[in-house]
């Protein structure tokens, strides 16, 4: 494997979609749990239908839009101002703590991040985070509006880097995202963050699953769409010695 690039999904591979549990819980106290995971389900939900419906809103819509479901649904009102403090975490996620290590382990390959997120969205989550001067790109969706798992979408990594498929290693810790890249013919490293054994003992230790344990069994587990990931690795800190082929 001749790897040249190594591209990134953001959320919840670079960027820890969780972080933003505390400020939900203290705006919300007692409901921050089932705001973050409601959120974060909705928000991925409303990428897929507004795909499939041509109906394409920049992801800091979809991302308002989710959030306003959520609240709603959950019947807690809010003003402009607590609404605005939750929707600011999303440009201020934390970092894994193994990102910024393996990326700068990796500075002599073309790196990239390849996200739903919208270009403001991201540029102000690269630059908060320090990750900007490691990053040969930041590539959105935004360019051709419309969300991943469209093949359209990882087409931009060619376009934009100048390194064909079999070149670039995608890393994401979605499982839907790692089958649909692998589908298009890159080379696929998943994150799998949460394994079947670790699940099945989360299930057996309590009699009502948790909001973070129900959003983990249907999010953060392999798809059963007849593609496999090249890779399985569990942490970032994994990737330098993948890429090198040591």
């Excluded at 402009?80 to 999303?90: C, N, W």
Aim: net charge negative; proline share 6%.
């Amino acid at each position: 494997m001749t790897i040249k690039a190594v591209v990134f999904d953001a959320y919840g591979t670079l960027y820890d979609v969780q972080s933003v549990a505390d400020i939900t819980e203290e705006t919300f106290p007692g409901y921050g749990e089932i705001i973050t995971q409601v959120w974060r389900i909705k928000q991925l939900e409303y990428t897929w239908l507004r795909s499939l419906m041509r109906q394409y809103r920049d992801f800091s819509v979809v991302t308002r839009d989710a959030l306003v479901y959520t609240l709603r649904c959950l019947g807690l009102e809010y003003d402009d101002a607590s609404f605005a403090r939750i929707m600011e975490k999303y440009l201020h996620l934390d970092l894994y703590p193994d990102a910024l290590l393996a990326l700068e382990a990796m500075a002599e390959k073309k790196l990239a991040i390849l996200s739903n997120g919208s270009p403001d969205m991201l540029n102000a989550l690269v630059r908060n985070s320090g990750l900007r001067p490691i990053l040969d790109a930041v590539i959105s969706v935004d360019a051709i509006r419309i969300f991943k798992p469209s093949p359209e979408v990882y087409a931009l990594i060619e376009s934009t880097l100048k390194i064909p498929p079999a070149e670039v290693l995608f890393v994401s810790s979605n499982p839907w995202d790692a089958c649909a890249a692998k589908s298009f013919g890159l080379n696929v490293a998943w994150i799998e963050r949460v394994t079947p054994e670790a699940m099945a003992l989360a299930c057996l230790e309590s009699e009502t699953l948790p909001p973070l344990t129900m959003f983990k069994a249907i999010r953060t587990q392999m798809d059963e769409l007849g593609f496999e990931p090249d890779h399985r690795i569990r942490t970032l800190s994994e990737l330098p010695r993948l890429v090198s082929g040591r």
